[in-house]
C-alpha cells in the first residue's frame, strides 16, 4: 500500500533516455529501448539466493492449483484470475480501512498523486517569499487547520442574509444570488451554469437545469406500496438517518431550540422532484436543449431571465439562454411562486440547508457529522479525506495552474506521451477499419461515422491553454471564506465568457461529491468529451501500473493504455457520443433504420450485464452504464484486432500467438482488479456510470469467439452469452 510519509524526492533511476534542447524541441538522445540490467537490485530488495533445485520449484509451483476448485476460467474469468488478489484485499480492508470507497489501481494511485502535489505545494511556500508563495500558503493552511469560528460566521451570514433576501419579496434575490457560489448552487431549485453551447460548441452559454438532491436514488423519497419489505425498510430508515443527520446539523449551527422543521427539508425535495416529472410542456426537447428567449421563458415558464441574470452580476443580460427542462423549469416557478410558498418557514428552511451544508465541510468540529451521512451512510466511504490531503481540493480550485505545471515539471515522461500517441493512432485506424466493414450502418450513416473518427483530437498531459490563476487577498484561517471568495470571481469569469469563444481550460470540482472532474493534470484517468470530440489522457494516468515501458511487451501495455484508448475513442459512438458530430455539436446524423438497429443491439448489452450480475444475487438497472459498456466491448474488440496485427506484422510463430492472446486476456482481467466496500455496493450500482470491475470484464469477454474458444467455454457455462456482438 501507498505510504504517506514525505519522502525525499530522488532520482528516478528507471529512465534510460535523455534530452537535450534544441531548436525548442526535445530530441531522443538514447535508445529508448535500451535494456536495463535489473538483478543486482533485485537481489539487494528481495535477498534472493539462487536455490540448486530451482526447477523442482516451479514445476511444483505451476502445479499448484491458484485458485479454488468453484471458481474457473468458463464460470467467471475475473476471479478465476484474480482470486489471490482478492483474497488479500478482504484481508487488508478489514485493517487497513481507506478513504475511497473502492481498492483499485486508479484509487491507489490518485492518493499517491494527491501527496505529491501536497509535498509540491509545501517545498514551493519553504523556497519562496513572494505574493503567490504566501497566497498559496494562506489557503493551505486555512484548508489544514479549518478554522472554526470563520465557519460559524459563514452561518450567521447565510441567516441574516437568506432573511434580507425573502424580506425583499424578490424571489430572483434567492435564486440569482445562490447562484453567484457555485459551492452551494447545486442545491438551488435552479441551477445556472455557463458551458459549451452543445449545438454550437464554438461559443459559450448560460444554461438553466434542475438541482441535485441528497439522496442518490430519488425513488427513496417515494412511497410504493409495490416495495419489498426490504426496500420499504431501507426507505424509512433512510429518511430517519436524515432527519437524525439535519437535527444534529440544524443543532450544530444555529443552537438548541433553533425552532427548524427538519422534515421540511424532505417535503421540499420531495416537491423539486415531482416537478422534474412534469409533463405540462410539449415541445421539451428529449435531448436537454431548448433555446428560449426572455419573453418564452416568461410566457411558457413564468420565469424571468431577465431578473435572474442580472442579480447573478450580468450588466448586460444575453437575449437567449438554453434550458434542460422546460417542463421542470415551469413546475418549479409554479411550485415557489404559488401563494409565494418561496418565502414561507418550509423554502427559508430548505435554502439555509444548502448552505450549512457546504460550510460544515470547512469547520473542524462539523466535518465529521457531514462525513458521517454523506459520505458514510449514503456512499459507503468507510473513512474521511486524510487531513494531510484535504486542501488538494481546495488548492486545485484555487491554483490549479500552478499544481499543473509545477506536477508536469517533476513527473513528465516524453516517450510515454510519445508512446501513447502512436498507440492511439493505430488503434484508431483499426477503429475506422471496422467502421468500413461494418455491414448494418447505411451508407450515411457510416460517412458521418468515419468522418467523426477522423476529427478524434488526442491531447496528453495537460490542457493546451491554461486559465492564469487569480491572486486574490487569502486568509490563513477562513477555508470557506477563501473558497467563496474564489467562486464569486470565477461567477465573473463565467459571465464574461457568456456568448463568447474560448479554448481555455476551465478547471472544475463537484461540490456535491468534492471530487476533481475537469481536466487538471494531475488526475488518475481519461476522458472522452462529447462536446469536443476529444479524448484526454491526463499525465498522472501515464505512469505504473497504466503504461510500463521497462521491457512489459505489448501484452500488458495494451491492456492497459491501449485498452483505455480504445475505451474512450469507442465513447465517441455510443449512445451518447452518437449524438454529436464530429466538431462536437449535437446533432442526429443518424438514420431513423440505424438507430433502431443500434438500439437493440443496447438492449442486448444492457440484459446481459444484469444476466451476469444476477449470478452473483446482484440486481441493478444496467442502463445507467450503457455508455461504459459499450465503450468496454467494442475498446476490447478494437484491441483484439490490433494484437493480432501485431503479430502479423512480428511474423510470430502459432505458439506465440496462443501465449500472446492468453497473455492478453490475463492481463485484461488483471487490471480490472476492484475491492469494493461492501456498504458502498448499493450506493456504486445506482450512480457509478460503469458497472463493477467483474462485470466490465466478463462480459466483454464473453463476447469474444476466440476468448469463448481457448477457454472451451460452452453454452451452459456463465461465461456464456448468446451474441459475440461487438456492436460494430
Known amino acids: 500500500m501507498v505510504q504517506h510519509k514525505t519522502k525525499k524526492k530522488t532520482k528516478d533511476k528507471s529512465k534510460s533516455i535523455t534530452y537535450k534542447n534544441k531548436s525548442s524541441t526535445n530530441q531522443l538522445v538514447n535508445n529508448r ?4 540490467p535489473f538483478e543486482k537490485d533485485y537481489n539487494q ?16 509451483l505451476f502445479k499448484t492449483p491458484f485458485t479454488p476448485s468453484k471458481y474457473n476460467a468458463k464460470d467467471d474469468f475475473y476471479t478465476y484470475i484474480n482470486y489471490e488478489w482478492l483474497s488479500k484485499k478482504d484481508k487488508e480492508m478489514k485493517h487497513n480501512l481507506k478513504y475511497y470507497v473502492q481498492i483499485d489501481s486508479f484509487r491507489v494511485t490518485q492518493e499517491k498523486v494527491y501527496y505529491e502535489l501536497i509535498d509540491i505545494v509545501k517545498n514551493y511556500i519553504k523556497e519562496n517569499n513572494t505574493a503567490k508563495s504566501q ?70 452559454k448560460s444554461y438553466i437545469s434542475a438541482p441535485k438532491l441528497t439522496a442518490y436514488d430519488y425513488f427513496i423519497y417515494i412511497e410504493d406500496a409495490k416495495d419489498n419489505e426490504s426496500t420499504k425498510k431501507y426507505k424509512k430508515q ?72 442580472t442579480i447573478i452580476g450580468y450588466k448586460k443580460v444575453p437575449k437567449t439562454f438554453i434550458c434542460s427542462s422546460k417542463n421542470y423549469v415551469k413546475a418549479v416557478m409554479t411550485l415557489l411562486t404559488k401563494d409565494d410558498a418561496w418565502k414561507t418557514p418550509k423554502w ?19 466535518r465529521p457529522l457531514h462525513f458521517e ?54 488503434l484508431l485506424t483499426i477503429y475506422k477499419r471496422i467502421i468500413k466493414r ?16 477522423e476529427k478524434i483530437k488526442l491531447v496528453t498531459g495537460s490542457p493546451k491553454i491554461l486559465r492564469e490563476d487569480p491572486l486574490l487577498t487569502y486568509s490563513s484561517r477562513d477555508a470557506y471564506g477563501n473558497m467563496r471568495k474564489l467562486a464569486h470571481w470565477r461567477c465573473k469569469e463565467f459571465i464574461r465568457l457568456d456568448g463568447e469563444s474560448s479554448e481555455t481550460d476551465i478547471p472544475l470540482i463537484d461540490w456535491e461529491g468534492l471530487k476533481l472532474i475537469g481536466k487538471q493534470s494531475y488526475i488518475v484517468n481519461a476522458f472522452y468529451t462529447p462536446t ?158 460503469h458497472p463493477m470491475e467483474k462485470y466490465r470484464t466478463n462480459c466483454p469477454l464473453a463476447r469474444s469467439l476466440l476468448f469463448r474458444s481457448m477457454y472451451n467455454v460452452k453454452e451452459k457455462d456463465k461465461m456464456y452469452w448468446h451474441s459475440t456482438d461487438n456492436i460494430w
Open 45 to 60: 530488495t528481495n535477498n534472493h539466493i539462487v536455490k540448486s533445485n530451482l526447477g523442482k520449484e516451479l514445476v511444483k
Open 532 to 689: 469536443e470530440n476529444s479524448i484526454y489522457i491526463p499525465l498522472a494516468y501515464l505512469q505504473k501500473p497504466f503504461i510500463d515501458l521497462s521491457e512489459r511487451g505489448i501484452e500488458y501495455n495494451l491492456a492497459h493504455i491501449g485498452y483505455t484508448l480504445a475505451h474512450e475513442m469507442s465513447h465517441s459512438l455510443d449512445d451518447l457520443g452518437s449524438r454529436y458530430d464530429e466538431k462536437g455539436n449535437l446533432h442526429n446524423w443518424w438514420t431513423k433504420h440505424d438507430r433502431k438497429i443500434f438500439d437493440s443491439k443496447v438492449k442486448d448489452v444492457v440484459k446481459q450485464y444484469e444476466q451476469f450480475a444476477a449470478y452473483d444475487g446482484i440486481k441493478f438497472d444496467a442502463s445507467i452504464s450503457t455508455g461504459e459498456d459499450l465503450a468496454d466491448i467494442s475498446g476490447l474488440a478494437i484491441c483484439r484486432e490490433y494484437l493480432k496485427d501485431f503479430q502479423d506484422y512480428n511474423n510470430d510463430i502459432l505458439p506465440i500467438r496462443s501465449l500472446s492472446f492468453n497473455a492478453f486476456f490475463i492481463y485484461i482481467a488483471v487490471q480490472a482488479r476492484q475491492k469494493v466496500f461492501e456498504n458502498a455496493i448499493k450506493a456504486q450500482l445506482k450512480t457509478n456510470p
Open 373 to 426: 451521512f454523506f459520505k458514510h451512510y449514503i456512499k459507503g466511504q468507510p473513512l474521511p479525506y486524510p487531513r494531510e490531503i484535504f486542501p488538494v481540493f481546495g488548492l486545485s480550485f484555487c491554483f490549479n495552474s500552478f499544481l499543473t505545471n509545477k506536477y508536469i515539471d517533476q513527473n513528465k515522461k516524453q516517450e510515454y506521451i510519445d508512446y501513447t500517441h502512436n498507440m492511439a493512432t493505430d
Open 33 to 36: 529501448n535500451t535494456f536495463k
Open 348 to 366: 427559508r428552511t430548505y435554502y439555509l440547508y444548502t448552505c450549512f451544508r457546504q460550510v460544515m465541510l470547512f469547520n473542524i468540529k462539523w
Open 438 to 453: 461494418n455491414n448494418w450502418l447505411s451508407p450515411s450513416t457510416k460517412k458521418y461515422a468515419l468522418l467523426k473518427l
Open 238 to 309: 433512510f429518511k430517519r438517518k436524515f432527519l437524525d443527520f439535519l437535527e444534529q446539523m440544524f443543532e450544530l449551527c444555529l443552537g438548541k431550540g433553533h425552532g427548524i422543521k427538519c422534515m421540511d427539508v424532505w417535503d421540499c425535495e420531495y416537491e423539486l422532484l415531482n416537478a422534474l416529472g412534469s409533463r405540462q410542456v410539449k415541445n421539451d426537447d428529449p435531448d436537454g436543449y431548448n433555446v428560449m428567449t426572455q419573453k418564452e421563458a416568461l410566457d411558457i415558464c413564468n420565469f424571468d431571465w431577465n431578473q435572474m441574470a
Open 135 to 204: 497566497a498559496i500558503k494562506n489557503v493551505y493552511e486555512s484548508l489544514y487547520y479549518l478554522d472554526n469560528t470563520y465557519a460559524k460566521n459563514f452561518v450567521n451570514y447565510y441567516v441574516n442574509i437568506i432573511d434580507e433576501r425573502i424580506a425583499s419579496d424578490n424571489i430572483y434575490n434567492i435564486l440569482g444570488n445562490q447562484n453567484r457560489n457555485e459551492i452551494i448552487s447545486w442545491g438551488c431549485p435552479l441551477v445556472w451554469s455557463v458551458l459549451k453551447d452543445e449545438k454550437n460548441v464554438s461559443v459559450y
